[in-house]
């Protein structure tokens, strides 16, 4: 886990811990506390939840974007490897037409 997500991490459990605390300690009756103690939870896990689907996003961004270069490189080699295959065929074709002159030297 990356440095952000843990200090992310460690902000939200503070923050729980505190709200926590605070309503335990809070002069209202238990039934009172426990509502709030609910209340705060379920906003918690909604926030926890909000916190996961934008690490998910930024997942899928990050992994959509290494794909997209993996893309570009694999096109980037193919037309390098295009462009020697070109050179190749052509220094092919000059040495064969040489053969050919030497060899129409030789049918006469």
């Known amino acids: 886990m ?3 997500n843990n200090n992310l991490i460690a902000i939200l459990a503070a ?3 505190g709200v926590g605390l605070g309503i335990l ?3 209202d009756k238990g039934s009172k506390t ?10 918690f896990k909604e926030e926890i939840k909000t916190k996961f689907n934008t690490l998910e996003e930024e997942a899928k961004e990050k992994l959509a ?5 993996l893309k570009e490189t ?6 390098k490897s295009s462009y ?3 050179e190749a065929i052509s220094f092919l074709e ?3 037409a040489e053969l050919k002159k030497q060899n129409a030297k030789f049918q006469k």
């Open 84 to 86: 020697k295959t070109e």
């Open 94 to 96: 000059e040495k064969l």
């Open 74 to 79: 694999v096109e980037e080699l193919i037309s």
């Open 25 to 27: 300690f809070a002069p």
């Open 15 to 17: 923050a729980a811990i």
């Open 34 to 43: 426990r509502e709030k103690i609910k209340d705060n939870l379920d906003d």
């Open 65 to 69: 974007k290494s794909k997209d270069e």
């Open 2 to 4: 990356s440095t952000k």
